[in-house]
């Protein structure tokens, strides 16, 4: 498996994870505008095949943001997801960026277990917060914490 920078032409791959994966999936022109606009936009990929992302950006000054990470389905459990988001932490680094935010479905419980078990900690609740009226959770990550 390689990390690697997104390309145009993995968009529709990038979709279709999204699709089998998150509940509210951002739509083709997001995820194009995303890229457009700078965010750091990251895939994994086994031999010729794109199986996650991870989509980012600095906010502030000093904070991070996760904007989206997700695995196909038939990669879950493979160390895909820790890769990803290792390598954001890593320029995030770069960057003197000390603390990382998300946003995650308060359902999730797949999700919260492993934001959870790097280091995230839940601050609060957010009713609402999806379209659909799902909750969401928001998580945050210092390096001062410990990584």
Do not use: C
């Amino acid at each position: 498996m390689i990390i690697r920078e997104f390309r145009p032409k993995d968009l529709f791959r990038v979709y279709e994870i999204q699709e089998l994966s998150i509940p509210n999936p951002y739509n083709m022109d997001i995820l194009r505008k995303l890229f457009d606009f700078g965010a750091g936009f990251l895939v994994a990929q086994v031999k010729e095949n794109v199986v996650g992302y991870i989509i980012f950006w600095i906010v502030e000054e000093n904070r991070g943001h996760i904007i989206s990470l997700a695995v196909d389905p038939d990669y879950k459990r493979q160390k895909v997801g820790s890769r990803l988001i290792n390598t954001a932490i890593a320029t995030f680094l770069k960057f003197d960026i000390f603390r990382i935010t998300l946003e995650v479905n308060a359902e999730n419980k797949e999700a919260l277990d492993f934001y959870q078990s790097i280091g995230f900690k839940i601050n609060k609740k957010v009713s609402n917060y999806y379209e659909d009226g799902a909750d969401a959770y928001k998580m945050s990550f210092n390096f001062f914490d410990g990584y």
